[in-house]
């Protein structure tokens, strides 16, 4: 590792990272590549792919990762997430959700199946060694937890090293009964380093200083709870209650648009 980026385990002897981190291009496509590529991203809500032939697209982490992804589920009804990069050209595949028997690149007709496989390509009949396996969509890692989706293009650990922890501690609440009120949604944007963010996340010293107001009524929620005889849930102290902002992911992708324009589904 880079020596200017090494973090003392000990938080008392631990001092700020240097300000490459933040600022210099190389080390924004290492993490990329090495922090974003290899961890589970949230794909939103699956409501839009519960029937049999359903495909919509995600596009995780628009303006960072920019992965064109496709939630597919088969005839079965098994669903995965595939790319929604053709394997042809780079078009994208499927630019709003559909049902559909398969997969059709609205450039040069190339159909895959709904597990991804290519299935047929006009004008390569006399083409060898075709289709290769690198002709098929690749289908990528895929967990569903309270009815929401999440993959990883190339996780470091499994799913369960990242939410098992937090799906044990939400056994109790009725998750999969829940209905999501857009209207209640809230979008926060920053302009800053993605690592600012998260280090405001975890100071604690950020809430007295510049929210005195909630910081004093949250320390006196904090003592009356702490009075009570009655058992409470115990959530680290650091866990502010923080609403998802409405899902990225379920806008039109972006990636598509410098793109040829593509139909995507096979019409049923
Ligand atoms: S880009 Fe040519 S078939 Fe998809």
Request: net charge neutral; with cysteine.
């Amino acid at each position: 590792m880079d020596p200017r980026f090494e973090i003392h385990p000990e938080a008392s002897a631990a001092s700020t990272l240097d300000k490459a981190f933040y600022l210099d291009p190389e080390v924004w496509a290492l993490a990329r590549e090495r922090i974003f590529a290899r961890c589970w991203h949230w794909l939103g809500a699956l409501d839009d792919v519960t029937e049999p032939g359903s495909l919509a697209p995600r596009d995780v982490l628009p303006g960072l990762l920019d992965e064109p992804l496709l939630l597919a589920r088969d005839a079965g009804g098994t669903l995965r997430c595939l790319s929604n990069v053709c394997t042809h050209r780079g078009n994208l595949l499927v630019q709003a959700p559909c049902r559909a028997k398969d997969i059709r690149c609205g450039y040069h007709a190339r159909r895959f199946g709904l597990d991804g496989h290519m299935l047929s390509m006009p004008g390569f009949e006399q083409a060898q060694n075709f289709p290769a396996a690198s002709d098929h969509l690749p289908v990528l890692p895929l967990h569903t937890f309270a009815g929401h989706g999440y993959a990883a293009i190339d996780p470091a650990a499994p799913f369960d090293a990242f939410f098992g922890e937090v799906r044990d501690r939400l056994a109790g609440l009725p998750l999969d009964g829940l209905i999501a009120d857009p209207s209640r949604s809230r979008d926060y944007r920053f302009d800053a380093h993605w690592a600012l963010y998260v280090e405001n996340y975890l100071d604690g010293r950020t809430s007295p200083s510049c929210m005195p107001a909630s910081h004093a009524r949250s320390t006196s929620a904090s003592t009356a709870t702490s009075s009570s005889a009655t058992p409470t849930c115990s959530w680290p102290k650091h866990a502010t209650a923080r609403k998802p902002s409405s899902c990225p992911l379920a806008r039109p992708t972006t990636a598509g648009a410098s793109r040829p324009t593509t139909s995507g589904c096979s019409r049923t």
